[in-house]
């Protein structure tokens, strides 16, 4: 939904209230996952994204916040069972701190033509989030699809009942990566006409790229620990992250 004003006019809170804030590295210690939680909870953004072994470990810093926990189950591939997905899901669930649930799909059944599969996987994994309270994004990895099959895959997640069409995890190889591009996230726009929201993520590490989404209606952003204070002007100089 575009807001209702200039996304160069608004303050820092009303900017993070856009950001997912990323801290999804294998590689983090427990206490960089800690300090980069408290860091995401003290500039006021949506949720902070991790894997969901952290959960427990997580809700301690966010209780009592404006900012929840998003887990992202299936991560990065989207290649398991529908059950195992709904089992991931259902336990990252029943957790109070847990806002939403991303959720990767399969987007080599996607690549494949298996759009009937694709619709049924996600439904499953709405329904079990649904059932708890809680919204599921799914990630498509649209650096990996072309135009008609972000389309179509559009078109699956609004059957399915998807609350949210993402763009990237941030992790794909073996293709150029460009993320949450204008054009990408206005395709996707166009797509799903209203009935589901737009989150963005991958490659959104400038301010100008950060206010052209907003203004352009996004809902959400996936950005990396690093960007974040680049986008939110708190820091000038350009962001070197990866995701």
Known sequence: MKPTKKASEMSIQELASYIDYSVLKPEFTQ???IDLTKDGVQLGCATI?????????????????ITQLCPVCDFPFGTSSTQSKVAQIEIAAHYGSVKEVDIVANFGHIRSGMYDEVTK?????ADVAHKYGKELKAIFETDALNEEQIKKTCACCVEA???FVKTSTGFLTGFEGHGATIETIALMMNEVDGKCKVKGSG??????????????GIDRMGVGYKSVPVVLGLDKNVSTDTY
Do not use: W
């Open 203 to 216: 490659a959104i590490r400038t301010r100008e790229h950060f206010l052209a989404l907003i203004d352009m």
């Open 121 to 125: 996987d996600l439904k499953a994994c």
């Open 31 to 33: 206490q960089e996952i």
């Open 161 to 163: 009942g998807v609350d």
């Open 49 to 65: 994204c991790v894997n969901p072994g952290y959960l427990s470990l997580l809700e301690p810093y966010v209780k009592g916040s």
